[in-house]
């Protein structure tokens, strides 16, 4: 079942659907759900913030006071750098790089980390 977060903005909704089908078999568990929700909200703020920067540009120009040429980053492009940072965990532990797939260490289903170093994290 979709969190209220997510149902109620469509763009949300559909990458909830779409990776949902991929990550897990039928629907995230009670462990899994906070976590994949937060992944989708992540995904959505890119998508966003994307779009933003297609829309207004990469780099804002304007002048000051004196006519001189004032080149400003868009925000969005902040927002994106940061999010995307934010969700290189996100596809390491849901195996969506080529590594994880690979390898297959990172996973959720782990019950108890048994030698206390939390080794499998890294």
């Given at each position: 079942?979709?969190?209220?977060?997510?149902?109620?903005?469509?763009?949300?909704?559909i990458?909830?659907?779409?990776?949902?089908?991929?990550?897990?078999?039928?629907?995230?568990?009670?462990?899994?759900a906070?976590?994949y929700?937060?992944?989708?909200?992540?995904?959505?703020?890119?998508?966003?913030?994307?779009e933003?920067?297609?829309?207004?540009?990469?780099?804002?120009?304007?002048?000051?006071?004196?006519?001189?040429?004032?080149?400003?980053?868009?925000?969005?492009?902040?927002?994106?750098?940061?999010?995307?940072?934010?969700?290189?965990?996100y596809?390491?532990?849901?195996?969506?790089?080529?590594?994880?797939r690979?390898?297959?260490?990172?996973?959720?289903?782990?019950?108890?980390?048994?030698?206390?170093?939390?080794?499998?994290?890294?």
């Amino acid at each position: 079942m979709k969190p209220v977060i997510i149902s109620k903005n469509k763009l949300r909704s559909i990458l909830w659907d779409h990776y949902k089908q991929d990550l897990f078999d039928g629907e995230p568990s009670i462990k899994d759900a906070s976590v994949y929700t937060n992944f989708i909200i992540l995904l959505s703020q890119v998508e966003e913030a994307q779009e933003k920067i297609d829309i207004d540009g990469l780099f804002y120009d304007s002048t000051d006071k004196f006519g001189k040429l004032l080149v400003k980053v868009n925000p969005a492009h902040r927002l994106i750098a940061d999010n995307l940072r934010m969700l290189i965990p996100y596809y390491n532990r849901y195996g969506l790089s080529e590594w994880d797939r690979l390898s297959n260490i990172k996973r959720f289903d782990i019950t108890e980390d048994s030698d206390g170093d939390f080794s499998d994290l890294q």
